[in-house]
């Protein structure tokens, strides 16, 4: 059995990309393997990540950690690489990873969004109540309430 190795990212200083095998795992989890930009220093970085973000200074993404037996993902953990650290940042059940920008991750948990800034290794709440949408462009933060109005929160 060969593996895949595909969507390459980078933000100038190193490339980010998925592994998994040819046909792909069960819960289309992928392994991300990180290198410079040189292509040295190559390693795993994370071996059943699901959705991934790459910015300028952090590599964000939620880790499968648990499935039902029907692969259905039942548990997820939200985890966070700057500077070579790696931070658990959420593992609530319903955790939502909805975006990072710079060194800022926002993501939601039981009806509510929050912001992690790896920078500083804090979390702090944005929004009380669960956006209908949300966008995380560059150093801003946008969602979308009922009715369409959109809010705009710089990071």
């Known amino acids: 059995a060969g593996l895949r190795t595909v969507y390459p990212r980078s ?3 190193r490339v980010v990309w998925e592994q998994s095998p040819l046909g792909g795992n ?11 930009i040189a ?8 071996t059943r990540a699901g959705q991934w973000i790459l910015t300028e200074q952090v590599l964000a ?11 259905n993902i039942t548990g997820r953990t939200l ?16 955790l939502m990873f909805f975006g990072a920008t710079g060194s800022a991750v926002v993501f939601g948990e ?3 969004v929050f912001k ?21 462009p560059r150093n ?16």
């Open 110 to 112: 039981e009806g509510r």
């Open 39 to 46: 292509g040295s220093g190559v390693r795993s970085v994370a």
């Open 79 to 94: 985890r966070v690489e700057s500077g070579g650290n790696i931070a658990t940042v959420s593992s609530q059940p319903g």
């Open 140 to 155: 801003t933060i946008v969602f979308m309430l009922g009715g369409g109005t959109v809010y705009r929160v710089n990071t």
């Open 116 to 136: 992690f800034d790896a920078s500083q290794g804090t979390r702090s709440l944005i929004l009380e109540v669960a956006p209908m949408q949300v966008w995380a």
């Open 11 to 13: 933000n100038g200083t």
């Open 26 to 36: 069960s819960d289309a989890s992928v392994e991300l393997i990180s290198a410079t």
């Open 61 to 71: 993404w939620a880790e499968i950690t648990a499935t039902n037996s029907l692969g």
